[in-house]
């Protein structure tokens, strides 16, 4: 596409206020609440995230696309971002071993984009009002839009997990391997099972509203919760199946959503935060080895770290150390931890990745 021929489109947010640039590929109009991610690197990996879903994303890295996309660099079977909003759109790309263009990606999958936006001024904007919903479109008329955003359902009570979950379950790994894992996929990302089936472990990956009696049925040696979208609030189903895995103290291991659920089981609230986590270098402290992480972040929710300080039954166990907020805890008398960032990265650093040796050692040590 020839830069001559793209359209006008604009970034239009709840508040009213309103950003220019130039759409990619299909018009038309996109909704979903803006954040932004401060990666340099990994777009495919954050736009097939469905942890994602219902978003629409800025990135704050001024040139998108100049790699290209390659198939064995997704995290899911399809973008799951409402739509992207970038600074630098890169229409080439240049590296060997990419097989297509981001705009042939994004025109395959119906994916609505713009670029030159003015990405800064924006991040410096949300930063400070929050996150709210927004649209990008090519339609004119600026009143319509904003009526139709008006019709847009917040983020905070939306459920989202069963927009992104598996509708049957499936299997994953190697089926001689050691240990059997049952997984609730609330939004599952490709490289947390690929972590998991290198350490030995054949998973069965179950819909987002499984029980516990689907999921024991398998016979396995721990239980695991997965990432994905949406608030953690409405996901009922889930957090009963938590209650019933502790009450056995059967190994049970979650990542992000799933760090959330674990926290709602046991009667520890969660909360919308202003603008969420979001990127690639965020620092974590271990305070029960004292050492840091540098991690990958990705929610919107986190759990609230009072509640776990004052739990009887509860620790923390890491630290954000940009605002302090709660970034993972483990029960005291029973086989269960969870995380709010992800260890299995993609994109990102591998730092946290000896959670999952550590889920690994519980499981061994409760078939001792």
Do not use: W
Request: net charge neutral.
């Amino acid at each position: 596409m020839k830069y001559t021929q793209r359209k006008r489109a604009i970034l239009l947010l709840a508040d009213g206020t309103v950003f220019e640039g130039k759409s990619i590929g299909r018009d038309g109009t996109s909704f979903g609440e803006i954040c932004y991610n401060t990666g340099m690197t990994g777009y495919q990996e954050i736009f097939t995230d469905p942890s994602y879903f219902g978003q629409l994303m800025l990135t704050t890295n001024a040139h998108i696309g100049n790699y290209g996309v390659n198939d064995n660099e997704v995290e899911s079977n399809s973008i799951k971002i409402a739509g992207l909003i970038c600074k630098n759109f890169s229409f080439n790309y240049s590296r060997d071993n990419a097989q297509s263009s981001l705009e042939s990606y994004f025109e395959k999958e119906n994916i609505m984009a713009i670029s030159d936006i003015d990405t800064r001024a924006v991040v410096r904007y949300i930063r400070d009002k929050g996150a709210m919903n927004a649209v990008i479109s090519t339609e004119a008329d600026l009143n319509l839009l904003k009526e139709q955003l008006k019709a847009v359902p917040n983020m905070k009570g939306l459920e989202l997990a069963s927009k992104v979950s598996t509708i049957k379950s499936y299997f994953f790994g190697d089926e001689k391997a050691p240990i059997k894992i049952s997984a609730l996929d609330l939004g599952i990302k490709n490289n947390i099972l690929r972590n998991l089936a290198n350490r030995g472990c054949y998973i069965k990956v179950f819909p987002f509203n499984a029980t516990f009696e689907e999921m024991k049925a398998f016979n396995p040696d721990g239980f695991f919760l997965s990432n994905g979208p949406g608030d953690p609030e409405p996901l009922k189903k889930a957090q009963e199946l938590v209650k019933e895995i502790i009450q056995r103290d059967l190994p049970l291991f979650g990542i992000c959503l799933g760090h959330q659920i674990i926290a709602l089981a046991n009667g520890i609230s969660t909360y919308k935060m202003h603008n969420g986590h979001r990127g690639i270098n965020h620092p974590v402290k271990n305070v029960i080895t004292g050492k840091g992480e540098v991690t990958s972040q990705n929610h919107g929710f986190v759990v609230k770290r009072e509640d776990v300080e004052d739990h009887k039954d509860f620790e923390v166990t890491h630290i954000h150390l940009n605002d302090e907020t709660l970034a993972g805890m483990r029960m005291k008398n029973k086989n269960c931890f969870s995380v709010q960032y992800h260890p299995e990265a993609s994109p990102g650093p591998h730092d946290s990745s000896y959670l999952f040796d550590q889920f690994i050692e519980n499981i061994k040590a409760s078939k001792k």
